[in-house]
């Protein structure tokens, strides 16, 4: 295969990605722009949280409690993801996999105690 070769494959594979790009802007944007409905209605822009309209100003503040517990749910969940490859491999990590996974969950326990201690858990 020569050089001009080479470039022209990678010319190729340039090009249909630049069309893909095209292409997609056009259908987001021009098409988009034809397609869809264009009814403004003031019921719209009305500020909308969780099902409950809002009363007074419009927005009111969500207590920071329901963020920590989501995101505690989020991390123990990760720990999941890493907790079931060590599961599957466990004979090929030996006793260092063990104890690098004792260390990890020891951290995590320790994040779960203080979040207990914190009274964070408690959802009411």
């Given at each position: 295969?020569?050089?001009?070769?080479?470039?022209?494959?990678?010319?190729?594979?340039?090009?249909?990605?630049?069309?893909?790009?095209?292409?997609?802007?056009?259908?987001?944007?021009?098409?988009?722009?034809?397609?869809?409905?264009?009814?403004?209605?003031?019921?719209?822009?009305?500020?909308?949280?969780?099902?409950?309209?809002?009363?007074?100003?419009?927005?009111?503040?969500?207590?920071?409690?329901?963020?920590?517990?989501?995101?505690?749910?989020?991390?123990?969940?990760?720990?999941?993801?890493?907790?079931?490859?060590?599961?599957?491999?466990?004979?090929?990590?030996?006793?260092f996999?063990?104890?690098?996974?004792?260390?990890?969950?020891?951290?995590?326990?320790?994040?779960?105690?203080?979040?207990?201690?914190?009274?964070?858990?408690k959802?009411?």
């Amino acid at each position: 295969m020569s050089y001009s070769d080479f470039v022209r494959q990678y010319l190729t594979v340039a090009l249909m990605g630049g069309l893909a790009l095209i292409l997609v802007g056009a259908l987001l944007g021009v098409a988009g722009r034809i397609l869809r409905p264009d009814r403004p209605q003031g019921q719209k822009y009305l500020t909308y949280e969780s099902g409950v309209d809002p009363v007074g100003s419009g927005w009111s503040q969500s207590q920071v409690r329901y963020y920590v517990f989501a995101l505690l749910f989020v991390m123990f969940d990760v720990e999941a993801v890493f907790i079931f490859p060590w599961a599957v491999g466990l004979e090929t990590f030996g006793a260092f996999g063990l104890i690098e996974m004792i260390v990890f969950i020891a951290i995590l326990a320790l994040g779960l105690a203080y979040a207990w201690r914190k009274k964070v858990l408690k959802w009411v």
